[in-house]
């Protein structure tokens, strides 16, 4: 200490000397470089825009024919599973990623009803819930039949509104 | 005639002067109160550590961290690899022990109070090991690639993408892309088995170091 002050005697002018102000400038640049390293690090390990694949456009994955079988089809589109439907409301597609937390749902025929496994989510015919722990209706899928060919698109501007892991998973695929 | 291990203890003794260094660390007393169990679940989950260490290099040498053969290398490891069965089971169960030990580990020095100054850098220490336990165990669940895995991972990265602003990002980050698939397999073998070891490995120097310079709590 001693020394320090009699150093501080000689300079007048301590109270911001070159020593601090160089003290000063490898305290900004090294903190400046660390940023660099560790921003750079966080950047690096981010997948690249391009590596991010998105599931969209239309695809074909039905014929008209097979609704002879049966009123509700499984069908996948990109991986997704989807519910063909084919009622009153005429033909339909669905989502059957339940919106709740993921789980795949099924057509009940009897009761003309989607359920859930899960957490007994019910959904009426046109997608909205009649019973479940959850709010957000089916998502329905865009569609448009040529000839006997059904081709069904996602409609990411529906996607407003839903859970994010949800959003994620449609724009992804499984 | 001397025995070999005094002989070879001599020629270290005489190029390296050993007994200066190994002394003040090896010849510590070990009092009455610290037999006793409840000081003993850090140690027991140093010693599950040093397991999983040793069996996850074994496992290393056959399993394949993509999407057609990390399962299929598992099945081998288990039905092909001479006492593949064992090594991986051990690695298996060891670490859901290691989840047991480390949380009795953390509840008893809560309850001791152990974490009080001078030893609050330990315990925060701790705490950092804690997490990379947990760590430890989302990276290794997904790597099996079965239902089980693969579902609880999207439901882990599902609850960090609903962190508001930063939640698809860090999902995308943590995955590696949209949706759990061959990038998010790659990301969770290299966490599991270079930078989260490293990590791990690290603090526990810093632990033992402090344990070490300070001593375990005494009783009250």
């Known amino acids: 200490m001693d020394e320090k002050k009699a150093i501080d005697?000689?300079?007048?002018?301590?109270?911001?000397?070159?020593?601090?102000?160089?003290?000063?400038?490898?305290?900004?640049?090294?903190?400046?470089?660390?940023?660099?390293?560790?921003?750079?690090?966080?950047?690096?390990?981010?997948?690249?825009?391009?590596?991010?694949?998105?599931?969209?456009?239309?695809?074909?994955?039905?014929?008209?024919?097979?609704?002879?079988?049966?009123?509700?089809?499984?069908?996948?589109?990109?991986?997704?599973p989807i519910l063909l439907m084919k009622e009153e409301l005429g033909l339909r597609v669905f989502s059957a990623v339940c919106p709740h937390l993921g789980c795949i749902i099924q057509w009940d025929e009897k009761k003309k009803t989607f359920l859930c496994p899960c957490h007994d989510a019910i959904f009426d015919k046109?997608?909205?819930?009649?019973?479940?722990?959850?709010?957000?209706?089916?998502?329905?899928?865009?569609?448009?039949?040529?000839?006997?060919?059904?081709?069904?698109?996602?409609?990411?501007?529906?996607?407003?509104?839903?859970?994010?892991?949800?959003?994620?998973?449609?724009?992804?695929?499984? | 005639m001397a025995s070999w291990t005094s002989k070879l203890s001599r020629w270290a003794e005489k190029r390296w002067d050993l007994k200066e260094v190994l002394t003040p660390i090896l010849d510590t007393e070990v009092t009455d109160y610290k037999q006793k169990v409840r000081f003993c679940?850090?140690?027991?989950?140093?010693?599950?550590?040093?397991?999983?260490?040793?069996?996850?290099?074994?496992?290393?040498?056959?399993y394949q961290p993509s999407v057609k053969g990390a399962f299929q290398s598992i099945?081998?490891?288990?039905?092909?690899?001479?006492?593949?069965?064992?090594?991986?089971?051990?690695?298996?169960?060891?670490?859901?022990l290691i989840i047991v030990t480390v949380?009795?580990?953390?509840?008893?020095?809560?309850?001791?109070?152990?974490?009080?100054p001078p030893r609050e850098m330990t315990w925060v220490s701790g705490v950092f090991l804690l997490l990379l336990c947990f760590a430890f165990s989302f990276t290794g669940y997904l790597l099996t690639w079965d239902q089980r895995g693969y579902w609880a991972t999207r439901i882990g990265t599902g609850?960090?993408?609903?962190?508001?602003?930063?939640?698809?990002?860090?999902?995308?980050?943590?995955?590696?892309?949209?949706?759990?698939?061959?990038?998010?397999?790659?990301?969770?073998?290299?966490?599991?088995?270079?930078?989260?070891?490293?990590?791990?490995?690290?603090?526990?120097?810093?632990h033992f170091f402090m344990i070490r310079r300070q001593g375990v709590k005494e009783p009250f």
């Open chain 1, 126 to 174: 046109s997608g909205k819930v009649v019973k479940g722990p959850l709010k957000d209706a089916l998502l329905p899928f865009d569609l448009k039949v040529e000839g006997e060919m059904i081709s069904v698109r996602l409609p990411e501007e529906k996607l407003h509104g839903y859970p994010s892991w949800f959003r994620i998973t449609m724009i992804s695929g499984v």
């Open chain 2, 41 to 62: 679940w850090g140690g027991m989950t140093f010693a599950l550590i040093v397991i999983e260490l040793a069996t996850g290099i074994f496992l290393a040498y056959y």
């Open chain 2, 159 to 206: 609850m960090a993408s609903e962190i508001p602003l930063i939640g698809e990002y860090l999902m995308i980050f943590l995955q590696g892309g949209y949706g759990v698939k061959q990038p998010t397999i790659i990301r969770f073998y290299v966490s599991h088995v270079i930078v989260l070891p490293i990590l791990l490995i690290g603090l526990l120097i810093a």
């Open chain 2, 103 to 116: 949380a009795v580990h953390t509840l008893i020095v809560f309850f001791r109070g152990a974490y009080k």
């Open chain 2, 75 to 96: 099945v081998f490891i288990t039905d092909q690899v001479h006492l593949g069965w064992l090594i991986r089971g051990i690695h298996h169960y060891a670490s859901y």
């Open chain 1, 9 to 80: 005697k000689e300079n007048p002018t301590s109270s911001f000397s070159r020593r601090k102000l160089l003290k000063f400038i490898t305290a900004f640049l090294g903190l400046f470089g660390l940023g660099a390293v560790f921003s750079s690090t966080i950047a690096f390990l981010t997948p690249p825009r391009s590596a991010l694949k998105k599931v969209g456009g239309w695809q074909v994955v039905g014929n008209l024919s097979e609704f002879k079988e049966a009123l509700s089809l499984s069908k996948v589109y990109f991986g997704l």
